[in-house]
């Protein structure tokens, strides 16, 4: 049988001291309806403006995760929401009155213990995963990042960190079933390096920090007036430094726990995907910026996948949407260099174009002239035609603009294209546009069968003036 959704069985109310921002803060995990995903609410802005807990919405992972939406923001999120996907809750709606979720002991161990006392409750709608088909690769070299999806049958995590540390050494950390989550990696705390806890006082970056919500490595020789003015600053007794190279204000809960940290990290930043996927994970030194790239990366694998089971239907004897006159007072190209006819669909996020192809196409006289083939280049700039005709859709005077290609990535040919063929040129926003810059998944069929894919990045940029 098909796995339910799963919420909370009744509220739960949380309150402590955002670690950055050191408010008090109160936050309260709520039950939500089927396929609600997890959305955060700011019960203390006007009108109470949601943030829906998407990969696209990270602003900012500095020390954290921060999301945005609605001009209202939240940061330090990850906590919560591994300990919602390592509960196996797939809706939450989170009410908190600060701009940060409070930090607690800096593990999850508070939100599923909390959780496991309360409960949940299956729902009506089955649960859907979505199942990797191919190998996704994010690799940060200068870093020393490197992410890895490979296609699986369930879902597992394995993560490698190597600071260049002698007190922490390599560690390595895995996860293989959900069920193990609550007592292996939930309770792994925070950690910091002596020399960043340092910087991050003297520039007030954790005023909600506190030597007992985070393991702290000493990387360096340090006095005990070092010390002892340290645990001043946080009004501790005075500590010492442990063989293990820790202060010994705490004891490892694990001796990889700095890498279960890591991974339960992970996990709540792949939350952010907003759907449960199949895959093997393996993570060498993931930290908030490289695993917000990946679960973006990993929302678009998803979102083109659900496109590509969506092809147009050309039905040549229905009035076209947009017809030559207007594709041209639209698109500033001409002969020999308009490569669309006409436009049979336009909405917020996608378009449809048609590109009649005839043996009298300039280029086949030199490409080839016993073999005429259209070249891939053109494909994807008869694509690219028609992706501006929804994207200059969106400026008020799209005259005075034009589009210029950022990025051609993952462009795949799939067969031929020789006169007598009709291309239907369609394009998917695959994130909002932000800041003139747009992001679209292309697929060009004949019939249909796909001929071409790949995503196309461009920029709208004014050309001319109003003067």
Same mark, same amino acid.
């Given at each position: 049988?098909?796995?339910?959704?799963?919420?909370?069985?009744?509220?739960?109310?949380?309150?402590?001291?955002?670690?950055?921002?050191?408010?008090?803060?109160?936050?309260?995990?709520?039950?939500?309806?089927?396929?609600?995903?997890?959305?955060?609410?700011?019960?203390?802005?006007?009108?109470?403006?949601?943030?829906?807990?998407?990969?696209?919405?990270?602003?900012?992972?500095?020390?954290?995760?921060?999301?945005?939406?609605?001009?209202?923001?939240?940061?330090?999120?990850?906590?919560?929401?591994?300990?919602?996907?390592?509960?196996?809750?797939?809706?939450?709606?989170?009410?908190?009155?600060?701009?940060?979720?409070?930090?607690?002991?800096?593990?999850?161990?508070?939100?599923?213990?909390?959780?496991?006392?309360?409960?949940?409750?299956?729902?009506?709608?089955?649960?859907?995963?979505?199942?990797?088909?191919?190998?996704?690769?994010?690799?940060?070299?200068?870093?020393?990042?490197?992410?890895?999806?490979?296609?699986?049958?369930?879902?597992?995590?394995?993560?490698?960190?190597?600071?260049?540390?002698?007190?922490?050494?390599?560690?390595?950390?895995?996860?293989?079933?959900?069920?193990?989550?609550?007592?292996?990696?939930?309770?792994?705390?925070?950690?910091?390096?002596? %020399?960043?806890?340092?910087?991050?006082?003297?520039?007030?970056?954790?005023?909600?920090?506190?030597?007992?919500?985070?393991?702290?490595?000493?990387?360096?020789?340090?006095?005990?007036?070092?010390?002892? %003015?340290?645990?001043?600053?946080?009004?501790?007794?005075?500590?010492?430094?442990?063989?293990?190279?820790?202060?010994?204000?705490?004891?490892?809960?694990?001796?990889?726990?700095?890498?279960? %940290?890591?991974?339960?990290?992970?996990?709540?930043?792949?939350?952010?995907?907003?759907?449960?996927?199949?895959?093997?994970?393996?993570?060498?030194?993931?930290?908030?910026?490289?695993?917000?790239?990946?679960?973006?990366?990993?929302?678009?694998?998803?979102?083109?996948?659900?496109?590509?089971?969506?092809?147009?239907?050309?039905?040549?004897?229905?009035?076209?949407?947009?017809?030559?006159?207007?594709?041209?007072?639209?698109?500033?190209?001409?002969?020999?260099?308009?490569?669309?006819?006409?436009?049979?669909?336009?909405?917020?996020?996608?378009?449809?174009?048609?590109?009649?192809?005839?043996?009298?196409?300039?280029?086949?006289?030199? %490409?080839?002239?016993?073999?005429?083939?259209?070249?891939?280049?053109?494909?994807?700039?008869?694509?690219?035609?028609?992706?501006?005709?929804?994207?200059?859709?969106?400026?008020?005077?799209?005259?005075?603009?034009?589009?210029?290609?950022?990025?051609?990535?993952?462009?795949?040919?799939?067969?031929?294209?020789?006169?007598?063929?009709?291309?239907?040129?369609?394009?998917?926003?695959?994130?909002?546009?932000?800041?003139?810059?747009?992001?679209?998944?292309?697929?060009?069929?004949?019939?249909?069968?796909?001929?071409?894919?790949?995503?196309?990045?461009?920029?709208?940029?004014?050309?001319?003036?109003?003067?």
């Amino acid at each position: 049988m098909a796995e339910k959704q799963r919420t909370l069985k009744a509220p739960i109310t949380f309150t402590g001291k955002g670690l950055h921002t050191g408010v008090d803060v109160k936050m309260t995990l709520k039950p939500a309806p089927d396929s609600h995903g997890y959305v955060f609410k700011r019960m203390d802005l006007p009108g109470e403006p949601v943030i829906n807990a998407l990969a696209e919405n990270v602003v900012q992972t500095s020390r954290g995760t921060t999301l945005e939406e609605n001009g209202a923001r939240i940061s330090t999120i990850e906590h919560v929401l591994a300990s919602f996907a390592g509960m196996g809750i797939d809706n939450v709606l989170v009410e908190v009155d600060g701009p940060e979720a409070p930090i607690l002991d800096g593990s999850a161990l508070a939100y599923v213990k909390a959780i496991e006392e309360t409960g949940t409750v299956e729902q009506a709608t089955d649960r859907k995963y979505f199942i990797l088909k191919e190998k996704l690769e994010y690799y940060d070299q200068e870093q020393g990042i490197h992410i890895i999806a490979y296609p699986d049958k369930v879902q597992s995590i394995n993560v490698l960190i190597d600071y260049n540390s002698k007190v922490l050494g390599n560690q390595h950390a895995s996860l293989d079933n959900l069920e193990h989550f609550k007592d292996q990696i939930a309770p792994c705390r925070t950690f910091v390096f002596l %020399h960043e806890l340092e910087y991050l006082i003297k520039n007030d970056l954790i005023k909600g920090g506190d030597v007992d919500n985070a393991v702290v490595i000493v990387d360096r020789k340090i006095s005990q007036k070092e010390l002892d %003015h340290l645990a001043d600053l946080f009004h501790k007794p005075h500590m010492k430094v442990q063989p293990e190279g820790i202060l010994n204000n705490v004891e490892l809960r694990f001796s990889n726990e700095p890498a279960r %940290h890591k991974l339960m990290d992970l996990m709540g930043d792949l939350a952010l995907v907003g759907r449960w996927f199949k895959a093997k994970i393996i993570a060498t030194r993931p930290g908030h910026q490289s695993n917000n790239e990946f679960a973006r990366a990993l929302r678009q694998v998803m979102k083109k996948a659900a496109l590509q089971k969506q092809v147009p239907v050309y039905n040549p004897n229905l009035e076209p949407l947009i017809d030559i006159n207007e594709v041209k007072r639209r698109l500033p190209h001409r002969y020999p260099f308009l490569m669309v006819d006409k436009v049979i669909r336009l909405d917020e996020k996608s378009v449809v174009g048609i590109k009649n192809v005839t043996t009298n196409e300039p280029f086949f006289t030199g %490409h080839f002239p016993d073999e005429p083939v259209m070249p891939g280049v053109l494909q994807i700039e008869a694509a690219a035609q028609v992706g501006g005709i929804l994207v200059l859709g969106t400026v008020p005077d799209p005259e005075n603009y034009s589009t210029y290609f950022l990025k051609i990535d993952k462009v795949k040919f799939k067969r031929k294209v020789v006169p007598g063929d009709t291309l239907i040129l369609k394009m998917d926003l695959l994130e909002p546009i932000r800041r003139g810059i747009a992001l679209m998944f292309a697929e060009i069929f004949v019939g249909n069968k796909l001929v071409m894919e790949g995503e196309l990045m461009a920029q709208i940029v004014k050309t001319k003036s109003n003067d």
